[in-house]
């Protein structure tokens, strides 16, 4: 048993009948990490979630989670919150009183210092009054975290948590998730959103088809990764085409999928090509105006890595 690891997987498998939801799932993540879970509709994500705040329980493997092994009774270990398809809340309660009545659920005496406390962590203190049922989803996603921050988890577990986010809600969330890890808390994020995913996670894990394609750094996934796509806008297309054109490693991609601008251009390179075509363009005076990926690096592994296990089936 690891007591740096927040969750130890091996070899988890969980079906419905003939469908099997895990197949073999290995799972390690650190304390104080924020560890991003991606996958397609379908592919074991939620059933996995489910396990981790034990609404479930495996058909077989080991699961420990914050250094404790998890039995086959259907009850959330000690020092785990979080939610699974949107928190379960009361509509015709306010933020206030539902937090109130959430805590009372779990057993905690909570005072009303806390529960303004982790309404003002999440952005919400100008609606504490208000009904749930009002709420957009993303209020009621924000309202869902400050739930699970009452119980001032070891482990948080979130389903979407972005969802519905405006960018003031968002940065919010993000800034919550950031400061839970570095106090030390472990987070688990399941999300389609790779910009979220880029931004707070250190490591990912991918599955695909109830299997684990992926897992580690965001560093060691684009290092992997084959060519991508840059969109490259400069003062001088032309010539930025020509030199293009002329360095080993780089592709001028055409078509209406290349998405040209009007002084720009997309190539596809590896690294090592795309730093020698930079250096080219200063050296020929040509201004770079922008160089980013059409689509970024853990997108372009995800559809990658996902459809090779598609066509494997």
Not at 88 to 98: D, E, F, I, K, W
Not at 136 to 162: F, H, K
Request: include cysteine.
């Amino acid at each position: 048993m690891d007591t740096r690891l927040a969750i130890r997987a091996r070899g988890i498998t969980r079906c419905f009948g003939d469908v099997v939801a895990l197949d073999g799932i290995d799972l390690d993540v650190a304390q104080g990490q924020i560890h991003g879970l991606v996958g397609p509709n379908g592919a074991g994500k939620t059933t996995l979630l489910g396990l981790l705040l034990g609404l479930a329980v495996a058909d077989s493997g080991r699961l420990e989670i914050l250094g404790t092994p998890v039995g086959r009774a259907l009850a959330a270990p000690d020092g785990v919150a979080g939610f699974v398809d949107g928190p379960g809340l009361y509509p015709s309660l306010t933020a206030r009183q539902n937090l109130a009545a959430l805590a009372a659920l779990r057993g905690h005496d909570t005072r009303t210092t806390e529960i303004d406390d982790v309404l003002d962590q999440v952005g919400l203190t100008h609606v504490a009054e208000d009904r749930a049922r009002g709420f957009s989803l993303g209020m009621r996603q924000r309202l869902g975290l400050a739930a699970a921050l009452l119980t001032r988890p070891r482990l948080l577990v979130l389903d979407e948590p972005s969802n519905g986010l405006d960018p003031a809600g968002k940065r919010h969330v993000h800034g919550v998730l950031t400061r839970l890890a570095a106090d030390g808390t472990s987070v688990v994020l399941s999300s389609h959103r790779m910009d979220d995913l880029e931004a707070l996670c250190s490591e990912v894990t991918i599955i695909a088809t109830g299997r684990v394609v992926f897992s580690g750094p965001l560093s060691k996934l684009a290092a992997e990764n084959r060519e991508l796509d840059y969109r490259l806008l400069t003062s001088d297309p032309e010539a930025a085409r020509q030199l293009a054109l002329d360095t080993a490693g780089i592709r001028v991609v055409e078509g209406a999928g290349a998405r040209h601008g009007a002084d720009g251009l997309v190539v596809r390179a590896l690294v090592p090509a795309l730093d020698e075509l930079v250096v080219r363009l200063v050296q020929a005076g040509v201004a770079l105006r922008e160089l980013a990926p059409v689509m970024s690096p853990l997108e372009a592994a995800f559809l990658a890595l996902t459809d090779q296990q598609e066509a494997g089936r």
